[in-house]
């Protein structure tokens, strides 16, 4: 079936290999579509550690004496 999702192609060693081929046909998936799934949490998962990073820098220099009440923000 064509697509026009871009392509790329990608050297695994053959444990890596193996382990997403157990894992595509346990879920019975193409080795395509495991690898995008494998991909996609795997960005996920970096971008939540990226946010985790910037809320703790952020809570470094909170000062409640300056933040603002529910009722300043939302007005009720």
């Given amino acids: 079936m064509p ?3 871009p392509r790329i192609n ?6 890596l290999y193996d382990s997403v081929r157990r894992l595509a046909e346990k ?3 193409s080795l395509s579509l495991k690898i ?8 996920e998962a970096e971008e ?14 909170f000062k409640r004496t ?5 009722k ?3 007005g009720s």
């Fill in 66 to 70: 300056r933040a603002l009440t529910h």
């Fill in 48 to 61: 939540d550690a990226a946010l985790a990073q910037f809320a703790e820098e952020r809570e470094k220099s």
């Fill in 10 to 15: 990608v050297v695994l060693e053959k444990p």
């Fill in 27 to 29: 879920e019975d998936v």
């Fill in 72 to 74: 300043q923000v939302w």
């Fill in 36 to 43: 995008r799934d494998l991909v996609r949490a795997a960005l």
């Fill in 3 to 5: 697509t026009k999702n």
